[in-house]
């Protein structure tokens, strides 16, 4: 089973809408969980961290669920510059090594 | 805002040729990190550095591959006999803490091994 899983999308969405990406994890004792997004052929850019009481951060809304181990992220009224790969990110341990997901995809047209 | 740097953005190299990528953290970071994304793929870890020591680093970081604080500010890595593999985007990233706090990426190096 991969580390972090995530739909590699494409995910079409047109301008205004709603839209949820999921993302699994393996390790039932991992810390920390963030979202990244990283354009195309860019560096990883954090976009927010997620908390068991889930957080908000304008038109994103990340949550967790530590049973079920599995994270979300809810961008709403989409915008086409939110276009670009969503990278889900665990910290598995106390250390300091991150470990990624495959990231998807999302393409938001007028 | 500060950022992390690194140099070169492109290098192309051939195969068994010894490659050194530089990058300058963010100056009041402690905490130094290479990842790399072999295109197409996802970002992988390679090697955390913390108080002049590796900290941690996983099995792609082998014996190959070292990485060094020279000087007070550069963070660098080398790879010591390039592979076809080794083609990859490298990017170095640096955190105030440790890793559950935020990590800064700099834009990245593109390794090509012809």
């Known amino acids: 089973r991969k580390e972090v899983e995530q739909d590699p999308g494409p995910f079409n969405v047109p301008e205004g809408a709603t839209v949820a990406f999921n993302c699994t994890y393996s390790?039932?004792?991992?810390?920390?969980f963030f979202w990244y997004r990283q354009d195309c052929r860019k560096e990883p850019k954090l976009l927010m961290s997620v908390y068991s009481s889930g957080n908000e951060d304008g038109r994103f809304t990340a949550q967790l669920n530590r049973a079920s181990q599995y994270i979300s992220l809810l961008i709403r009224d989409s915008k086409l510059s939110d276009s670009a790969t969503y990278l889900c990110?665990?910290?598995?341990?106390?250390?300091?090594?991150?470990?990624f997901g495959g990231g998807t995809r999302l393409m938001v047209k007028p | 805002e500060p950022e992390v740097t690194q140099t070169p953005s492109h290098q192309v190299t051939q195969m068994g040729q010894e490659v050194i990528l530089r990058c300058v953290p963010i100056s009041n970071h402690l905490y130094f990190y290479w990842y790399r994304q072999i295109l197409g793929q996802k970002v992988e870890f390679l090697v955390s550095?913390?108080?002049?020591?590796?900290?941690?680093k996983s099995e792609i970081f082998d014996d190959q591959f070292s990485v060094e604080r020279p000087d007070g500010s550069n963070f660098t890595l080398k790879i010591r006999s390039t592979k076809l593999e080794d083609s990859a985007m490298y990017f170095c990233?640096?955190?105030?803490?440790?890793?559950?706090?935020?990590?800064?990426f700099g834009e990245g190096s593109w390794l090509t091994v012809v």
């Open positions: 990233a640096s955190s105030a803490l440790r890793a559950e706090y935020t990590i800064y």
């Open positions: 990110v665990v910290n598995p341990s106390a250390g300091n090594m991150l470990t």
């Open positions: 550095f913390y108080n002049n020591e590796i900290s941690e």
């Open positions: 390790n039932s004792a991992s810390q920390s």
